[in-house]
T-cell receptor
Framework: DTAVSQTPKYLVTQMGNDKSIKCEQNLGHDTMYWYKQDSKKFLKIMFSYNNKELIINETVPNRFSPKSPDKAHLNLHINSLELGDSAVYFC????????????????FGPGTRLLVL | KQEVTQIPAALSVPEGENLVLNCSFTDSAIYNLQWFRQDPGKGLTSLLLIQSSQREQTSGRLNASLDKSSGRSTLYIAASQPGDSATYLCAVVLFGNEKLTFGTGTRLTIIP
């Protein structure tokens, strides 16, 4: 049983295109996240949603727009893709966020490898 | 701004040896610290989570310690096996801040 799943696993596209990455978790968690891992393998958070509400929005170009239709899904839409967007994007989830004082382990998806040509 | 550093960036040890991975962070006001492993081309797997009130956590051959005052955590792996080869990442959560700040990772290779 996959806990956190992402689609697609690989995405190769041309500069200027618009693409979406989907994430779903079946753990019943309230909080979901998007992370970007660059070519140097450094992981950095992009967004976090709790109960469909945006709670973390790091300094990310507004070409990136997260959408959470429900607690179990957090999708990432990217407009006008650029070469620098090439990276691995990880989705994660946790039971709750700090504001509820029950911070728990984050569970990560397998990643989506995006290559912009 | 919290910075998390892991040294060394890469480590190779013969199978069967015990080893220690290091993680240091600049802001000691952390809520918790997690150790993850990442296998090549795969996602992250959480290994251990230490709350700020705890000093260590153990799971099987793994033991993680936390010293907030010195801004350090170690991950001890006993009797290493080739299957332990992976990149190990530590990450911290600050009080009042939901996000995980990741370290740079240590790529571990266990030599059979």
């Amino acid at each position: 049983d996959t806990a956190v799943s992402q689609t697609p696993k690989y995405l190769v596209t041309q500069m200027g295109n618009d693409k979406s990455i989907k994430c779903e978790q079946n753990l019943g968690h309230d909080t979901m996240y998007w992370y970007k891992q660059d070519s140097k393998k450094f992981l950095k958070i992009m967004f976090s949603y709790n109960n469909k509400e945006l709670i973390i929005n790091e300094t990310v170009p507004n070409r990136f727009s997260p959408k959470s239709p429900d607690k179990a899904h957090l999708n990432l839409h990217i407009n006008s893709l650029e070469l620098g967007d090439s990276a691995v994007y990880f989705c994660a989830s946790s039971q709750a966020f700090w504001g509820q004082r029950t911070q728990e382990t984050q569970y990560f998806g397998p990643g989506t490898r995006l290559l912009v040509l | 701004k919290q910075e998390v550093t892991q040294i060394p960036a890469a480590l190779s040890v013969p199978e069967g040896e015990n080893l220690v991975l290091n993680c240091s962070f600049t802001d000691s006001a952390i809520y918790n610290l997690q150790w993850f492993r990442q296998d090549p081309g795969k996602g992250l797997t959480s290994l251990l989570l230490i709350q700020s009130s705890q000093r260590e956590q153990t799971s099987g051959r793994l033991n993680a310690s936390l010293d907030k005052s010195s801004g350090r955590s170690t991950l001890y792996i006993a009797a290493s096996q080739p299957g332990d080869s992976a990149t190990y990442l530590c990450a911290v959560v600050l009080f009042g801040n939901e996000k995980l700040t990741f370290g740079t990772g240590t790529r571990l290779t266990i030599i059979p």
